[in-house]
């Protein structure tokens, strides 16, 4: 395959599976709606820092090692599903009542947030490989794997700060700040949710294998 129409084609698919609902946009449009416009960009820079970092090691094959090494991986992924919920916990517990509350984030560092959030969550490994076996064509030359990790990074940073914007307007805010408590208790269930449900994967995964 040509390298251009398989980085085109990488692009379509990252920006899809980014643009479906999950902890990381969670992360972001807390952090936007709740604290500032900057946090949410920071975030949104932390949560591009960690991607490239999923999709070096999947570049280099270290996630597929990682995948293989069996109780590694479980134990990698237990701790995601630990902070995932966690986090979502503290949202639950956080205080609504205005903006006044509403600047007092769950989060101590956005950066720290959108990078922890992305790298608990190792099916980004899962889907960087399960990618790249299916897609990445064979003696592709040297330029082309350092384009991916430009491009998907440029493309990651877009798109999140996209959200962080959108959720930082005033209207948003607004909206945010009257209905604080009931945002926190939703981003806190979902966070929750993707918790328990990578926990449950590796249980079932454990009881398989018994």
């Not at 599976?17 to 992360?27: F, K, R």
């Not at 950066?111 to 899962?126: D, E, Q, R």
């Not at 005033?170 to 269930?189: C, E, K």
């Amino acid at each position: 395959m040509d390298p251009i129409a398989t980085l085109l084609h990488l692009m379509a698919i990252h920006i899809l599976m980014a643009m479906l609902p999950g902890p990381n946009t969670v992360v972001v449009s807390y952090c936007s709606a709740s604290v500032s416009r900057r946090a949410g960009l920071v975030a949104a820079f932390g949560v591009t820092c960690a991607s490239l970092v999923w999709l070096s090691l999947s570049l280099a094959g270290i996630s597929m090692l990682l995948m293989q090494a069996g109780e590694l991986y479980r134990i990698v992924r237990l701790a995601g599903a630990a902070y995932l919920i966690y986090v979502g916990v503290k949202m639950l517990r956080s205080r609504g009542g205005g903006l006044e509350n509403a600047g007092r984030p769950v989060y101590r560092s956005p950066f720290l947030a959108g990078a922890v959030t992305t790298l608990s969550n190792p099916k980004s490994a899962v889907f960087w490989t399960s990618v790249f076996s299916v897609v990445l064509p064979a003696g592709a030359p040297g330029w082309f794997y350092g384009t991916v990790l430009g491009v998907i990074g440029l493309q990651a940073f877009l798109w999140y700060s996209f959200v962080a914007l959108a959720f930082s307007t005033p209207f948003s805010r607004r909206q945010y700040a009257r209905v604080t408590t009931m945002l926190n208790r939703v981003s806190g269930v979902f966070m929750i949710f993707f918790g328990i449900r990578i926990a449950d994967e590796v249980r079932r995964e454990f009881v398989a294998r018994v």
